[in-house]
Each structure stands twice: as structure tokens, then as C-alpha cells.
């Protein structure tokens, strides 16, 4: 009934399949039990009542241009309600800053992403959703930005350049 190599197979899928599965409970399990456990009305009453300096920490934008014109980008943010949101890839050139579109043909609009990214006059750039990729696959419940509002990042909030993405760093390894 079982092939020669059954003890492999079962190996194989404790491996790839199950240990992931209990990683990712084990993971989320401690944000479930808050979450469920806790009046988090508090905490976000705390947030809001910090000064918008202290807010504007919470929302970060790293750029890099590459040499073909594109602009390799990740944002991401919390809003008020304590959801996050974030997104990252290669935004193309076009007149007046870049545009980024992921999944524009998708059946369910929620997985529709397009954001423009704009170059600010001083230096710094905004970021804004549009109405045709809201991005709502991104985040969690109501923590997409609503189309065509701006995030906007300064020049003088720049802090270096984004390092490297190196999708190989990424990469689990398993030696047998």
C-alpha cells in the first residue's frame, strides 16, 4: 500500500507542510489572545493622542531609483485604527513621477494595486492609491488609504537610501 520511500514522504510533509502550519499558529497565536483578550480602544486612543511628529514615524517610505528609470519603493503605515498597511515593488516612470500596478486584471478588485508615486519640488516625494487599484488585498480591514489621498515625505525626513533587496536573502535553506 505504501511505496518504498514512505518514511521520506511522511518526513517531506511534516517538513514543508505541517511545521509551517504550526509555526504560523504558533506566530499569530499571541496577537489572537491580545486582540481577542484586550480592549485595544486604549491603545489606539494612545496612538492618536501622540503629537503628529511622534505618527509620522509610523509611516515610512524607502526608495531606490534603478538605471532603467523605474523606482524600486516599499511603503508602509499604520492609520489610527491600529491596521497596517504596507507594499513594495518597482514603480515605471511616467510624466510627473512613477506608477505602480500589481494585479490590475484580478476578477476580485481587492487585489487590484496601483499607486503614483510623485516627486515633492524640495526633493521628497508623496505617495496616493488610486481609485481603479485601492490595494485592499495590502492590509488588513479599512487599512488601504483612501484613493488620491496623499502621504507626503519631505525631503529634510529623507535618511539615506533603501538597501538592496536581495530576494535570495529571503530564501529558506534546508540541509538534509
Not at 34 to 54: F, M, S, T
Not at 58 to 82: K, V, Y
Request: glycine share 10%; hydrophobic share 40%; net charge positive.
Amino acid at each position: 500500500m505504501f511505496r518504498e520511500e514512505w518514511r521520506e514522504d511522511i518526513f517531506y510533509y511534516l517538513v514543508s507542510s505541517l511545521l509551517i502550519q504550526v509555526l504560523t499558529y504558533l506566530t499569530l497565536a499571541p496577537s489572537n489572545f491580545v486582540i481577542e483578550n484586550q480592549d485595544l480602544g486604549v491603545v489606539r486612543a494612545w496612538v492618536r493622542a501622540l503629537p503628529w511628529i511622534v505618527q509620522l514615524g509610523a509611516i515610512m517610505l524607502l526608495t531606490r531609483p534603478s538605471a532603467n528609470g523605474s523606482l524600486e519603493f516599499g511603503f508602509s503605515s499604520w492609520n489610527a485604527r491600529g491596521h497596517y498597511f504596507g507594499i513594495f515593488g518597482a514603480a515605471q516612470p511616467e510624466p510627473g513621477g512613477w506608477r505602480f500596478r500589481q494585479d490590475m486584471n484580478s476578477a476580485d478588485p481587492k487585489q487590484r494595486c496601483e499607486a503614483i508615486i510623485a516627486r515633492l519640488p524640495d526633493g521628497g516625494y508623496s505617495f496616493s492609491v488610486t481609485p481603479a487599484g485601492q490595494c485592499e488585498s495590502s492590509g488588513g480591514y479599512g487599512a488601504a488609504p483612501l484613493p488620491n489621498d496623499k502621504f507626503l515625505f519631505p525631503a529634510r525626513a529623507r535618511e539615506g537610501t533603501m538597501p538592496p533587496l536581495r530576494p535570495a536573502s529571503l530564501q529558506v535553506r534546508c540541509r538534509m
